[in-house]
């Protein structure tokens, strides 16, 4: 049996994942990811090929996501980790907890759900890890999520070099802002802290970049060329001056 699996199907990014692979490309299965079983269940009713809904937490069930792997023994062509959240807001404005969750789900989870997954894929298989500009630089007012996905970029980038012998392929997506959900609860704590987004995708377009770069083999993938100026000076400008400029953008210099 061979599958796709996309954790965050519910929404955003990862439900647009869902629609725009099965597309494109045949599998004899889909497993869809999330806590929200109802939108994994809306998501199943429009998609034509078989649908297996896993409504977990991945903060606390992925033993349930990898007793399901040992007793399906699939063949896993792509995994797609599209599962995360962040909170934007001052240092002393994010509750503690909802720090500790970011990392938890962010970081965490998407590496347990990876190396679960590995043992299940063979050459040519893909991972596609769901990152963010944000990995590229500190960003204040969002310095946990931007850790996070600063974790997931190196994490995945050498992982993608340990695998390359056994032929498997990851890749880091990059997007800047993208119209989704992730705004309901990034915002819930931001005040007046992050006021400024400088452009907005939506999941649509961020999602067909990605699945091409996929196909491309790149090892990171940046929509936009704005975006991709950003990363390029964002690499060769000291970071202070960085930090000062997207301080600037937000009226906080
Ligand atoms: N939107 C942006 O501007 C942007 C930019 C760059 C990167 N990203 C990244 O893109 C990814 C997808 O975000 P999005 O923009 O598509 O936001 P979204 O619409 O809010 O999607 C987030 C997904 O994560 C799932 N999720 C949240 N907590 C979970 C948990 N504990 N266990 C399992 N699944 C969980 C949500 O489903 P349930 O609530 O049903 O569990 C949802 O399906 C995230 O990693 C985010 O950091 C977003």
Redesign the pocket.
Known sequence: MRIAII??????????FARQLTAAEKFDELWV????AH??EKLKKELSLPVRVL???????TEKYAALLAAEQPEVSILI??????KFGRYNQIPLQDCM?MI???CK?LVAVTQLTLPYMTAGSRILQ?????AFQPVPYLNV?GA??AFVLSYSQALAAELRDRKIQVMAF?????????????EETSGDAVVYYNKW?T?EE?VRCGLKDLKKRKLVSVPSLTNKLQVFGVKHLPTRWVMNIWLKQQKKR
């Open positions: 954790t965050g199907a519910s929404s955003g990014m990862g439900r647009e990811i999330a806590r929200r939108r994994l409504a977990l937490d991945l903060t606390k069930e980790n599209s599962s995360g959240f962040g969750d938890d789900l962010n989870a769901v990152d963010s500009l944000s999520y996070t996905k990059c997007p800047g802002w993208v119209k989704t959900e992730f705004f309901d609860h990034a995708f999941a961020a």
